[in-house]
């Protein structure tokens, strides 16, 4: 009789260290994680099942932690960038102003958006933005056309806009942002796209926890033209001499074309400083995230454990003592 | 404290307003922005309108009455800012109807620039970079913009390289075959021959 105890003992003590065969068929697949207690007697989840959610999210916070680190350092690479770049279109909008309400027949909105996902909202935040000027821009007469760069935003826009997209440009950080790179962009944008007014949406880098949705607008020369014989803002262009070229017209397309470059070059550079910041505050939101779903499993996985030492330690004793009699 | 506090309080809504935290209160500026604002809320009231460049800059000064003493010139290129708001006597621009000297009190101008040398003359030094081509402004208030694609100091320049690009366009300026390459071929023997004379004169 000892001897069946003690058989029936050491076979208790085995199980600890893995799940016992009743208990594997009894649990549910699926981890519950509510904190209140069962009525006694009744069998937990397996630990087993306990520990390899713990293992996953562990190894989910590694990478996020990781994938933080390399935004981090990504951003440091390209926020010098930015900021010097930052020089690059005030002079324009010191010469032209900047007139996001100018009413004209042709608007074309350039949405820039990033590639990868992962980022936060800001790529939502830039399409809705898009949407809206082409809700604010549409009347009789006038029609807007969305020229996208960027996986994300071409994702969004093109469900329910897709007859309204003139041009898609994906894959433009495979290679370091170079002037180059986006003057040549900025060149093929022109040549296809008819335009009164470019109205450039981007978000503008102020700092890691801060990204403005902004939008530029470049006007091509004919409105310009209109635009400063009407007086106003621009009622002071004509004032200014042009130099060289045969007409006044040739030299302000060739203003034109380099203001968009100009501020095409900061729009995106600006976007990517954004786009990392965001990932960065993403990544590390998830990390902390997957560290309370550590904290909360840990203590299911120990409740787990004890209430099962305890029913085996309940079983024991209540056998020992029918056994006394 | 109390001032501080109240100090704090002045300044915060302009850090929230322009990422740069001294600039005063935009003159004129706002009318466009309120016009566009008002648009915005009335067509799409969820969402607070985007902001504008305008938000972001420095305003400029308005023409002062009498004719300053020193130039203020901007000179930037798009991966850097060579002179922010530097104040010179003169700057020499290699416009496309040939070098322009420009002064405090210019009349205003919208140039284009061929490749040259652009000179800045502070008191008795001058300092020369080559262009390689951009705009200049020149506004009323004695105000200077340069924006370059390109521009290096002229002691960076290697006169071997020169030469050798010089004589590389001119044949492919005779072996081209299309306009696109004939035009190519002769954007560079322009830029390499501006160069040449740079080293040289």
């Known amino acids: 009789m ?10 208790r003590f085995a199980p600890l260290i893995s799940p016992r065969p009743i208990t594997a068929v009894r649990s549910s697949p699926i981890v519950p994680t509510h904190e209140d207690e069962a009525p006694i007697g009744v069998r937990y989840i397996s630990t087993q099942v306990v520990r390899n959610r713990m293992k996953s999210v562990k190894n989910i916070q590694k990478i996020t932690k990781a994938m933080k680190m390399v935004a981090a350092s990504k951003l440091r690479a390209i926020q010098t960038k930015a900021e010097n770049s930052r020089g690059l279109w005030q002079p324009f909008t010191a010469l032209l102003g900047d007139l996001p309400s100018v009413d004209v027949k042709k608007n074309v909105v350039v949405t820039i958006s990033s590639d990868k996902g992962l980022c936060g909202g800001i790529n939502s935040t ?3 933005i ?3 000027i082409y809700k604010l821009n549409s009347g009789p007469e006038k029609e807007t056309k969305y020229v996208i760069l960027g996986e994300k935003a071409k994702a969004q826009l093109i469900r329910d806009s897709k007859k309204d997209i003139e041009l898609i440009i994906t894959e433009l950080q495979k290679n370091p942002l170079s002037y180059t790179q986006v003057s040549v962009l900025a060149d093929e944008i022109l040549k296809n796209v008819e335009y009164d007014a470019l109205r450039i949406v981007f978000n503008k880098f102020h700092s890691v926890v801060s990204f403005v949705p902004t939008v530029s607008t470049v006007l091509s020369p004919e409105i310009v033209e209109r635009e ?3 007086g106003g803002k621009l009622g002071e262009l004509d004032s200014y001499e042009v130099e060289g070229g045969e007409t006044k017209g040739e030299i302000l397309q060739n203003l034109a074309e380099f203001q968009f470059s100009c501020v095409m070059f900061n729009a995106v550079l600006e976007n990517a400083c954004s786009e990392q910041g965001a990932r960065m505050s993403a990544m590390d939101s998830s990390s902390r995230n997957a560290g309370d779903m550590l904290d909360r499993l840990t203590l299911t996985y120990n409740r787990t454990r004890q209430a099962s030492i305890t029913t085996e330690l309940i079983e024991i004793i209540s056998g020992a003592s029918a056994l006394e009699g | 404290m109390l001032r501080r506090a109240s100090m704090l309080l002045a300044r915060r809504p302009i850090l929230a307003a322009s990422a740069r935290p001294f600039s005063t209160d935009l003159p004129a500026a706002p009318s466009a922005d309120a016009t566009f604002t008002e648009a915005w809320t009335k067509v799409i009231p969820n969402m607070d309108p985007p902001k504008t460049p305008l938000s972001f800059m420095q305003p400029r000064p308005p023409t002062p009455s009498s004719i300053p003493s020193k130039l203020t010139v901007n000179f930037v290129l798009p991966y850097a800012s060579e002179l922010a708001t530097k104040e010179v006597d003169m700057v ?3 416009a496309t109807t040939g070098q322009m000297g420009v002064l405090p009190g210019h009349v205003a101008t919208i140039a284009e620039l061929k490749p040259g ?10 300092t020369k970079y080559f262009v390689s081509s951009g705009f200049v402004f020149i506004h009323a208030n004695s105000f200077a913009d340069i924006i370059a694609v390109e521009a290096v100091p002229l002691d960076r320049l290697d006169v071997n390289l020169v030469q050798k690009g010089l004589a590389e366009f001119t044949s492919k300026l005779s072996s081209a075959t299309t306009d696109m390459e004939k035009a190519e071929a002769q954007i560079g023997i322009d830029v390499h021959s501006a160069l040449n004379s740079a080293l040289t004169g």
């Open chain 1, 126 to 128: 830039s399409v809705k």
């Open chain 1, 130 to 132: 898009s949407k809206g």
């Open chain 1, 2 to 11: 000892a001897m069946a105890a003690l058989r029936r003992e050491g076979r």
């Open chain 1, 228 to 230: 400063s014989e009407s």
């Open chain 2, 117 to 126: 040398v652009l000179s800045v003359h502070e008191g008795s030094e001058v």
């Open chain 2, 92 to 94: 020499i621009v290699p």
